[in-house]
């Protein structure tokens, strides 16, 4: 089972470095599978630690993935690395043991300390399409416009009816990284005319 989180990571010089991630659980231990290349990896590499944050903002979902980088966060309890402000809860990890792999490492890690912060009030299926969209969004490069297009339209029902305002601006970010991306923009142009 993979669940989706948001990671923090330190770079060698200190620098924070925040991005949703997939992590799965594997005999007690937490494994990240960062993509070559990317950020996440070079910095789990430079410092191996990290922090799992659960939230349901689904602005950081889609804001990383849009170049909105920048959410507020808190120091930790033991890790050298913060915690996202919003989380629900959060998880402090130590890497123990890498598997390499040419694309897609592995990292076996300890969890040094489980936090909760606030309880979680149940699903919102606007947040679930957000996340889904950022999946998409990740993958504009290699997916098929109609393909990207037929779904986004699809996602678009729960965020309709289901929506509250963080979960609008999400999704109007994510809709904006698809009009201006060079081949789904002109796909959504076209299908419009
Ligand atoms: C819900 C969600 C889950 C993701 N899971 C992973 C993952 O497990 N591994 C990965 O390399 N990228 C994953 N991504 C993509 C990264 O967040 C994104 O590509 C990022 O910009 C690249 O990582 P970086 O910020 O560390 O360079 C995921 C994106 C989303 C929206």
């Keep these: 089972m ?18 949703p991630l ?6 007690e231990r937490v494994v990240l ?22 939230t349901e903002d689904a602005r950081i979902f889609a804001g990383c993935l849009t170049g909105r980088r920048d959410w507020p966060v808190l120091p930790s309890t033991l890790s050298p690395v913060p915690r996202l ?29 489980r936090v909760n912060h606030a309880a979680f009030t149940g699903f919102n299926r606007a947040q ?10 990740s993958r504009l490069d290699w997916l098929e416009p109609s393909q990207v297009a037929s779904e986004m339209r699809y996602l678009q029902i729960a965020i309709d009816k289901t929506a509250g305002e963080p979960e609008r601006l999400a999704w109007a ?17 076209g299908a419009s005319v």
């Design 2 to 19: 993979i669940r989706e989180a948001i990671i923090t990571t330190l770079a060698a010089d200190g620098r924070v470095h925040i991005t």
């Design 173 to 189: 970010w994510l809709m904006e990284a698809v009009a201006q991306h060079p081949r789904h923009g002109a796909h959504a142009q």
């Design 22 to 27: 997939g992590y799965r659980e594997q005999d």
């Design 33 to 54: 599978a960062p993509f070559v290349p990317s950020t996440t990896l070079e910095n789990l590499r430079a410092r191996p630690v990290a922090v799992l944050n659960f």
């Design 85 to 113: 402000a919003g989380a629900l809860a959060h998880w402090e990890l130590a890497v123990e043991r890498t598997i390499e792999h040419p694309e897609r490492p592995q990292f076996h890690c300890r969890v040094l300390a």
């Design 128 to 137: 679930a399409a957000v996340v889904e969209g950022a999946i998409l969004i």
